[in-house]
Nanobody, 112 residues
């Protein structure tokens, strides 16, 4: 069974930055497409960003220019650098692999 474990969430002020990490382990040799999703209370889970094993990226319009997704294949880790954070970025952020595997989530709270 593939396991994804997120870390790096926390409390940050508006305009601040956080860097999330997701480490993959178990089961399979590699994951082609990985991504970050987020879900705020009362809202649908939404796609934030994706990255392929070759480094191709896509972003939701709401985070474009502020967030950067990256990965280190040797470490089986995907990152989400979040800059210029806004109140509306507050959510539980979930790591996703192959649109199939999910982490437990890490809370990001943007508050002054």
């Amino acid at each position: 069974q593939v396991q994804l474990v997120e870390s790096g969430g926390g409390l940050v002020q508006p305009g601040g930055s956080l860097r999330l990490s997701c480490v993959a382990s178990g089961g399979i040799l590699s994951l082609y497409t990985m991504g970050w999703y987020r879900q705020a209370p009362g809202k649908q889970r939404e796609l934030v960003a994706t990255i392929t094993s070759g480094g191709s990226t896509r972003y939701a319009d709401s985070v474009k220019g502020r967030f950067t997704i990256s990965r280190d294949n040797a470490k089986k880790t995907v990152y989400l650098q979040m800059n210029s954070l806004k109140f509306e970025d507050s959510a539980v952020y979930y790591c996703n692999g192959e649109r199939r595997y999910w982490g437990q989530g890490t809370q990001v709270t943007v508050s002054s």
